[in-house]
């Protein structure tokens, strides 16, 4: 039995990988396969395109999500797929990275996108590498070929109304030699940087953590968040580690970055890569962000951001 | 087995007593054959390439009419309302 296979912690993710998925489903003419973690979701991964829905069992209060990873191993034994796509979020990288070992076959963690080599039914892989400086190709040796994608790498599968596809229960049961003892929510203190369509990006330009206000103040003018570089969340602790964006953050999409008084270090650049628009103001004509950016203003930020404020009151009639 | 992140302790800065007497300590050496396993790798890399980004490049000026212009270039492009 061949196939694609995905598997994805949350609902979104799964529609992006079945996105991911489809087209080698159809290039291959095989089938596309999803887990679920909970029967609400299989009619609705079948008509984003999936053939087939494997249910799992649901976890027990006490055990983390790796429980799942002996199931999935099972599965993947007994489908044989060609290809096996999971959601690279925290917990889904890991479990990639233990299913692959225990498959004994090659995962291209991280991976952002790939091409089909039809005849040989063989993936090109891509990945960041270096930092983000380089892209790696890589091909899987072994079967199944294994990647593991960030969450907004694809968009989600479009919906098809009328589609019908299987659906069918897992019966192996989850198992982790961990034991979960309590969860607690962490306090949030901000919102989901991720979800924002304008960023405004404090870096290290800024003199003082009261002067985050004026970044505050350009993204309310614009009905944007505020995120920034990582220095400024873990060394300097001015905002919250949930709103740093880079290789080992945040990985955002904005329609518009503006980034204040940030270098543009490739770490925080990768992370800031797919924007649609980059805009970036900073006093050193030389710094790597202008490299990056479409629009770019050398100046001191502690000048340009209020009059740019003012100017975007007048044009905004705000 | 317990993975662990950088923070979960800030390294001391070793005195020189301590650096000279890490040099004696043993250093045992394990090498694939002593483990008596082979690990052949699943993955080959085809091929590596520069990261590269189409941008636009565009440099405004730090005055009100410069920065005015900017923000039609925005409005034009549609990322802002």
């Known amino acids: ?318 | 087995m317990i993975t662990v992140l950088p923070d979960i302790n800030a390294p001391r800065i070793p005195s020189l007593k301590q650096v000279l007497g890490a040099a004696k300590k043993p250093v045992e050496n394990i090498t694939l054959d002593k483990l008596g396993r082979s690990f052949d790798p699943c993955l080959q890399t085809i091929g590596v390439l520069a990261a590269t980004m189409e941008r636009r490049h565009l440099k405004f000026g730090a005055q009100p009419e410069e920065i005015g212009s900017l923000i039609s270039a925005l409005l034009k492009d549609g990322v802002i309302a």
């Not at chain 1, 609705?44 to 999500?65: C, F, N, S, T």
């Open chain 1, 1 to 318: 039995m061949a196939g694609i296979l995905v598997f994805a912690e949350t609902r979104e993710h799964t529609l992006e990988l079945l996105n991911a998925g489809m087209n080698l489903a159809r290039d291959l003419g095989t089938r596309l396969v999803s887990f679920a973690l909970g029967n609400e979701f299989a009619q609705e991964y079948i008509r984003h395109g999936a053939g087939e829905v494997l249910v799992l069992q649901p976890l027990a209060k006490d055990q983390p999500l790796e429980s799942y990873v002996p199931v999935l191993a099972q599965v993947v034994r007994e489908e044989d797929p060609d290809v096996l796509l999971v959601g690279a979020t925290q917990r889904g990288k890991e479990i990639a990275a233990r299913l692959a070992s225990q498959l004994n076959t090659g995962l291209c963690s991280g991976c952002i996108g790939f091409e089909l080599d039809k005849e040989k039914k063989l993936l090109r892989m891509e990945r960041l590498f270096f930092g983000g400086l380089a892209i790696q190709k890589v091909i899987c040796t072994t079967r199944p070929q294994m990647a593991s994608i960030s969450p907004r790498v694809f968009d989600p599968a479009p919906l098809v109304e009328g589609r019908e596809g299987k659906v069918r229960e897992v019966s192996a049961v989850p198992f982790s030699a961990v034991t979960v003892i309590s969860r607690t929510a962490r306090a949030r203190e901000t919102v989901d940087i991720t979800e924002a369509k304008i960023i405004v990006s404090v870096g290290r330009g800024f003199e003082k953590k009261e002067d985050v206000k004026l970044a505050r103040d350009l993204a309310d003018v614009l009905g944007g968040e505020v995120g920034c570089s990582r220095p400024i969340a873990e060394e300097l602790r001015w905002l919250p580690e949930d709103v740093y964006m880079g290789i080992s953050g945040k990985k955002v999409k904005p329609d518009l970055y503006i980034g204040v008084g940030v270098s543009g270090q490739i770490q925080h650049v990768t992370g800031i890569r797919d924007s649609k628009v980059i805009f970036a103001i900073n006093r050193d004509e030389n710094a790597p962000i202008f490299e990056a950016a479409d629009y770019g203003i050398v100046g001191d930020l502690y000048q340009v951001v209020p009059i740019l404020i003012e100017e975007l009151k007048k044009a905004l009639n705000k």
